[in-house]
């Protein structure tokens, strides 16, 4: 096993955080740091720490959704001292961090684990995980909006995956939508809808890759059960079908 996914495995960070970690020689193997993500260890044979504490990789992951509000910041602390999805898990937050990101000011469905290895399958932009938005915005939405979207925009920081919008209804006063993307980029699905000359007003995720949190009131959570992880790593099965 790479090491790299080993201390995503633990759960001591996601696998992105986890190379950052490595890099700046807080992990030792056998004693001796290493700074290569990708060296191979044996998890029976060798001893993988973090800062000097052992790391060992959890036999049962937790995997949890999350009905988030706004103004809750998605990290596991904040420096400024804001609430964080963290502070909302309590007791169950060990070990656990979010799988990607949602705006403070965005609610809605938001997944986290200890899964480390998963949760970065499922935030890589190569397996395309869809992710459902729905939006109140400013303005009329027409149909040459929703052809714009599916042939992709070119933002500030570059051109976009196309995208589903959907129209549920609307008048010169606002409309209420729908978009479907697949991509993560920072305040993506608001910068879309401006860049087409529809501003947002409120923003909730109602999906995320199937899932959603139609039953929980607003920053409440739940455990998935194992029909919706299963449903998670079928959609990051590598093209070797391999699993995870």
């Known amino acids: 096993m790479r090491l790299n996914r080993y201390v995503a495995s633990s759960g001591a960070a996601s696998r992105r955080r986890g190379e950052d970690i490595i890099r700046n020689g807080r992990v030792a193997v056998n004693g001796a740091v290493v700074t290569d993500p990708a060296r191979r ?9 973090l800062d000097g504490v052992p790391l060992v990789i959890r036999r049962e992951k937790r995997y949890y959704i999350m009905n988030k509000p706004t103004g809750t910041i998605v990290s596991v602390g904040d420096t400024h001292g804001r609430p964080t999805v963290i502070d909302l898990l309590g007791v169950e937050a060990e070990g656990v961090f979010p799988v990607g990101r949602l705006d ?3 609610s809605g469905v938001l997944l986290l684990t200890d899964d480390g290895d998963l949760a ?8 395309g995980i869809e992710k459902v938005y729905r939006a109140e915005v400013e303005g009329k939405v027409t149909v040459s909006d929703v052809r714009a979207m599916r042939k992709g925009l070119v933002l500030e920081d570059g051109p976009t995956a196309p995208a589903e919008l959907r129209i549920i209804e609307g008048d010169d006063n606002g409309s209420l ?4 993307i697949h991509q993560g980029r920072k305040r993506q699905v608001r910068r879309m809808l401006k860049h087409i000359g529809h501003p947002v007003r409120t923003l909730e995720r109602i999906s995320f890759g199937g899932i959603t949190a139609r039953e929980l009131p607003l920053g409440v959570y739940r455990a998935l059960d194992s029909v919706e992880i299963d449903r998670l790593k079928r959609m990051v099965r590598d093209k070797a079908g391999k699993g995870i």
């Open 41 to 49: 260890i044996d998890p029976g044979v060798d001893t993988v720490t």
């Open 104 to 106: 403070a000011d965005t």
């Open 120 to 127: 970065h399958r499922l935030m890589h932009p190569s397996f």
């Open 177 to 180: 939508v729908e978009i479907i």
